[in-house]
């Protein structure tokens, strides 16, 4: 399925809160072979274990779940990204949330995964933090257009950090320099 439209990616987005309604859709994004190569967890998941897996999450306070929708020319809202962000505290009690997302793997390639991503780190304003595996180059572009930067690496994976304004621009610098020191 290919977009077809002038309007810019960010234009087009709505985001809406996810539910168990979505479970079959998010089950399969979660078990797409793509997803799955540039995804932490590779193996392939049971649908027990994914409703299991959603219901526990939407429970939780903690744990944000957003589809970003985008609009079709006809009006039509097509699922483009599944967003999750966990609600977690740093070592000194400072909160930042830890951000992951799949793209609709039948949308991908249209920047609508960047796209989404800036929108929703940008309506919270604490720190941002999200892996992404090395070869995973899409995800490394997501987040250089975030303005993320590196702050710790093995061969394997990136984690980035985003932090919202100047102020804390300031503990991005700490925790890039507490990651060279570990």
Not at 35 to 46: D, I, K
Not at 117 to 142: C, G, M
Request: aromatic share 8%; hydrophobic share 40%.
């Amino acid at each position: 399925m290919v977009i077809n439209t002038d309007l810019n990616a960010t234009d087009m987005l709505m985001f809406r809160t996810a539910s168990v309604a979505d479970a079959r859709l998010l089950y399969d994004w979660r078990n797409d072979p793509q997803t799955r190569q540039n995804s932490l967890e590779t193996s392939a998941v049971s649908w027990e274990e994914h409703l299991g897996w959603l219901t526990r999450k939407l429970a939780e306070p903690a744990y944000l779940m957003h589809i970003a929708q985008c609009c079709q020319p006809d009006g039509r809202l097509v699922p483009a990204v599944f967003l999750r962000l966990a609600l977690m505290a740093d070592d000194q009690g400072g909160p930042y949330g830890y951000l992951s997302y799949t793209v609709n793997p039948e949308l991908r390639g249209q920047g609508l995964g960047k796209a989404a991503v800036l929108q929703y780190a940008q309506q919270f304003k604490l720190p941002i933090q999200f892996d992404v595996l090395t070869e995973n180059q899409a995800s490394h572009r997501i987040a250089a257009a975030l303005g993320a930067r590196v702050v710790s690496q093995t061969p394997a994976c990136v984690r980035y950090g985003w932090w919202p304004d100047v102020k804390a621009a300031t503990m991005k610098n700490t925790a890039q320099n507490a990651a060279r020191v570990t």
